[in-house]
């Protein structure tokens, strides 16, 4: 098992530009997250999804859309970068919504 | 506002010595807690667990301790060793969401 897998693991964006992060999990299961981590802070729920087709926003979702058509995939889209979503991005999932595996992270500069 | 917090950024023990770090949360609504682990560069991995219903849960040389009157929890572990130096993170699950404190980095010393 791959576990959770996130990609790209860096990207550079200009303001204003779009981008998609990718995140794929093998483990059949039905909780997905999207979380961001800024430097000395923990991690903030962005959005997250309790099945396929259903998902739902965290404590911080401006700025960014999510889709959920199959179990394995959650993207996230960021339409309009801007320098305030400079941070770390994980990806997780769960079979019952609490014990989360993650992923590597993707780091994003928008400049 | 933080629901989950972490008060010490950082924490130095000696090898072999006892870690014990802090949580402390508000919403009384959490029914179950966790500890992360988080090397650089990496994700954040499970470490060890405990529901509200219990008082303690042991793993090994990892102890997470429950107080729900002074809504506290820590997590203790002894010995610890050099591979124990990485950020722990607390975090506090309700209707399938976590949140997260902002972590205490830990450092083992030889």
């Known amino acids: 098992n791959a576990g959770v897998t996130q990609t790209p693991k860096f990207r550079i964006l200009k303001i204003g530009q779009s981008m998609t992060l990718q995140c794929t999990q093998d483990?059949?299961?039905?909780?997905m997250y999207w979380y961001r981590q800024d430097p000395g802070m923990g991690l903030k729920l962005i959005y997250y999804?309790?099945?396929?087709?259903?998902?739902d926003k965290g404590e911080v979702p401006n700025g960014y859309n999510v889709s959920r058509s199959t179990t394995e995939d959650f993207p996230l889209r960021l339409e309009l970068a801007a320098p305030s979503q400079t941070s770390v991005y994980f990806c997780?999932?769960?079979?019952?919504?609490?014990?989360?595996?993650f992923g590597p992270g993707t780091r994003l500069t928008v400049t | 506002d933080q629901q989950v917090k972490q008060n010490s950024p950082s924490l130095s023990v000696q090898e072999g010595r006892i870690s014990i770090l802090n949580c402390d949360y508000t919403n009384s609504m959490f029914d179950y807690f966790l500890w992360y682990k988080k090397y650089p560069a990496e994700g954040p991995t499970f470490l060890i667990s405990i529901s509200s219903i219990k008082d303690k849960n042991e793993d090994g040389r990892f102890t997470v301790f429950l107080n729900k009157s002074a809504k506290h929890l820590s997590l203790h572990i002894v010995p610890s060793q050099p591979g124990d130096s990485a950020v722990y993170f607390c975090?506090?699950?309700?209707?399938?969401?976590?949140?997260f404190g902002a972590g205490t980095t830990v450092t083992v010393r030889a």
């Open positions: 999804s309790v099945g396929a087709g259903i998902t």
């Open positions: 483990m059949n299961h039905n909780y």
């Open positions: 997780a999932s769960s079979p019952d919504g609490y014990e989360q595996y």
């Open positions: 975090a506090a699950a309700n209707d399938y969401k976590l949140s």
